[in-house]
């Protein structure tokens, strides 16, 4: 089973508000990533953890703020967030940081 | 610096005929090789991967890409193309030695005519 879960499927958001994403795996992966993919582009990396620790911030501003609670979840909390922000938010994760990643089908976030 | 090119933005095909879609990377090694496949507003779904070994890889959905060094490419084929084809096509490379960063083309739309 590769499945990643990500809820919700889509967020409508106002710039004051505070909400979070949340993505899933129980394949047994210590590695875990969000990325962030405007339309008609590719994705992008903004976070990724490995063994529950953050390893890689892809200089994302601060209003985006990822947890990883154990090896199973993670979490992207996010604040006072611009319009521009809007996007399909994917999660992924792998075995290992060097090994194939499978990613969930996305939370669809509009920030008005 | 490490880049990956899909020369085609969007390609049109007939129901039933062969599909190529072009990859190129610009490394000083071998990098790990992916496609992947996305229905529009879902997500990734991994076609296939090469990492080492036959250069000739099979994948799901009937899907096959060949991995080319002298040509620094991987470009991904199928004999036979089905209406459920349609969807936006990445070829994605990560370069060993470190974390596993996935580089993504631009991306190829794939659009089948019946």
């Known amino acids: 089973d590769t499945e990643v879960t990500q809820t919700p499927k889509h967020l409508v958001m106002g710039m004051t508000n505070k909400k979070s994403l949340k993505c899933e795996q129980h394949?047994?992966?210590?590695?875990m990533y969000w990325y962030k993919q405007k339309a008609k582009k590719p994705p992008e990396l903004m976070f990724v953890?490995?063994?529950?620790?953050?390893?890689i911030n892809e200089s994302v501003p601060s209003r985006f703020s990822p947890e990883c609670p154990n090896s199973s979840l993670l979490n992207l909390h996010l604040h006072a967030l611009q319009p521009e922000d809007s996007a399909l938010y994917l999660c992924?994760?792998?075995?290992?940081?060097?090994?194939?990643?499978?990613f969930g089908p996305g939370t669809r976030l509009l920030v008005l | 610096a490490q880049s990956v090119t899909q020369p085609d933005i969007h390609i049109t095909v007939s129901e039933g005929a062969s599909l190529e879609l072009r990859c190129n990377y610009s490394?000083?090694?071998?990098?790990?090789l992916f496609w992947y496949v996305q229905s529009p507003g879902q997500g990734l779904q991994l076609l296939l991967k090469?990492?080492?070994?036959?250069?000739l890889v099979q994948g799901i959905k009937g899907f096959e890409a060949e991995f080319k060094r002298s040509q620094s490419s991987f470009n991904l084929r199928k004999p036979s193309v089905h209406w459920s084809d349609a969807a936006e096509y990445f070829c994605?490379?990560?370069?060993?030695?470190?974390?596993?960063?996935?580089?993504f083309g631009a991306g190829t739309r794939l659009a089948v005519h019946p």
């Open positions: 394949m047994g992966h210590r590695a």
């Open positions: 992924a994760s792998s075995q290992g940081v060097q090994e194939t990643q499978y």
């Open positions: 994605a490379v990560a370069f060993s030695g470190g974390y596993n960063k996935l580089i």
């Open positions: 090469y990492f080492s070994g036959d250069t």
């Open positions: 953890y490995s063994y529950e620790k953050l390893s």
């Open positions: 490394y000083g090694a071998t990098p790990y």
